[in-house]
């Protein structure tokens, strides 16, 4: 895989001492959700003084997280990796997870992609992983042993069920295991994390590092507890440096290791080291939340009608495209702006490309229905495609204000058909 790649998997600042001071990173929160419930950790929002992982000051939506990439990286040209890493597991959370990988990959193809996980649920996604050329992985190992396991995790849930004590820890690293072998398979670096747990796991992580290092692991980063208020770990004491390098020296002996981790949190940004900053805060916030900071940066709505008051044109068949602002003097809290003309029909994804484009100041696109190749292509882009029916104007007050459609507005479209009036070929307006 990594013969092809678009990038110098190199310049990952945290895969490599020399990149840290020269190339940055950006950490997305889109993974609120965990399946694992450590002793040591007790995830908490909003306070901008804590560097540890599953802290972040807000979360972001898939769509959103591509606009602050752009608003950071005019800002940081030296950010060369995008990556995931919680608030909670990004496989908690695989819906949010694998579209912000999508539209990144096809938004930002010269960025290195990197996720960081405990490995339970990212098996089934390990393919469309490799796919998307996301290139680091990290996975967070503190026991290969289901004794020790046990003690350092309060709970591991398999679907909807609870697994606890030795039982759960068995099944995460049976997890754990897999999911290394096959990200390696796929030529994936892969880093495991262990967290040093003073007298529970401090003497077994060597063993982790022997075994690991047999499944190709490429380095390894032994990560000093956080005692954090309110976890079950909050009483222990934090490794002190002469244990932290005795652990990390033993583990030496097997795997590279890595020993410039500034134990980051789910929205860090810039380079390693770095702390967040009153206007690094400000922008996170601003992006988050279902209507993010795209009203900011794409103030219109575009709509495909056919007369100006329902939505009622698919994709394929939009020639012109009416555009909406708002404006809080008039009782519905929007207004027309203009008509724009829409790309004609032809030259495949390239006119889908143009459309995005021309609507590059639009923060959605309400249509009738939409093949998945413009679609993808839109939102990639930054454009969000709405499929609906009816009225424009309810349509335009819940997407202006980040709220989900009114029921009666929501449709689920099923399919082109061969001979309807937008003369497709039942494609889904790939070739169109």
């Known amino acids: 895989m990594q013969n092809d790649l678009p990038f110098d998997i190199e310049k990952h600042p945290c895969f490599s001492r020399d990149a840290q001071h020269k190339f940055g990173r950006i950490h997305l929160p889109v993974a609120p959700r965990c399946n694992i419930q450590c002793n040591f950790c007790n995830r908490k929002f909003d306070c901008m003084n804590e560097s540890r992982p599953g802290v972040t000051s807000s979360v972001m939506k ?7 990439i752009e608003e950071v990286i005019s800002k940081r040209p030296e950010i060369a990796v995008l990556g995931i890493a919680g608030p909670g597991d990004p496989f908690a959370n695989p819906a949010e997870t694998m579209e912000t990988l999508r539209l990144a990959r096809a938004r930002f ?3 290195m992609l990197c996720l960081a996980s405990n490995g339970l649920e990212i098996g089934p996604h390990i393919d469309e992983i490799a796919e998307l050329k996301v290139s680091h992985v990290t996975i967070t190992m503190t026991a290969i042993d289901p004794a020790i396991g046990g003690q350092i995790y309060a709970w591991v849930r398999d679907g909807r069920t609870p697994l606890r004590g030795e039982e759960g820890a068995a099944l995460l690293i049976q997890r754990q295991i897999d999911a290394i072998t096959r990200l390696k398979a796929r030529g994936v670096v892969v880093k495991v994390n262990s967290i040093i747990v003073p007298g529970v796991n401090d003497a ?19 990560m000093p507890l956080v005692p ?10 934090e490794p002190d440096a002469l244990m932290t390098a005795r652990v990390r020296l033993q583990c030496g002996e097997f795997l590279s290791q890595m020993g410039h981790c500034s134990r980051c949190r789910a929205d860090a940004v810039g380079l390693i080291g770095e702390q967040m900053t009153v206007e690094q805060m ?3 916030d601003a992006f988050s939340g279902g209507k993010a900071n795209l009203g900011r940066k794409r103030p219109y709505i575009a709509v495909a009608s056919r007369e100006g008051a329902r939505v009622n044109l698919h994709l394929g068949e939009v020639a012109s495209v009416l555009i909406f602002k708002e404006d809080a003097s008039t009782e519905s809290g929007f207004k027309f702006k203009e008509i724009r ?28 229905a939409s093949g998945s190749t413009p679609k993808s292509i839109l939102q990639a882009r930054g454009v969000k495609v ?20 009114p029921k009666e507005l929501r449709r689920k479209f099923e399919g ?15 070739s169109a």
């Open 62 to 68: 898939p769509e959103a997280a591509m606009e602050y």
């Open 109 to 111: 193809p010269e960025q």
């Open 204 to 222: 077994h992580i060597p063993e982790i590092a022997k075994f690991v290092a047999g499944l190709g692991v490429d380095i390894m980063n032994c």
């Open 228 to 237: 954090v208020p309110g976890a079950a770990f909050e009483e222990l004491p």
């Open 282 to 284: 400000a922008t996170v």
């Open 341 to 368: 003309r829409a790309p004609e029909p032809g030259g495949g994804a390239a006119r889908w490309t143009e459309l995005a484009d021309m609507l590059h100041d639009c923060r959605a696109f309400l249509v009738s």
């Open 386 to 405: 709405v499929e609906m029916e009816g009225m424009i104007e309810p349509a335009l007050a819940a997407v202006f204000a980040g709220q989900p459609l």
């Open 416 to 430: 082109c058909t061969p001979g309807s009036s937008c003369g497709g070929t039942a494609a889904g307006c790939a």
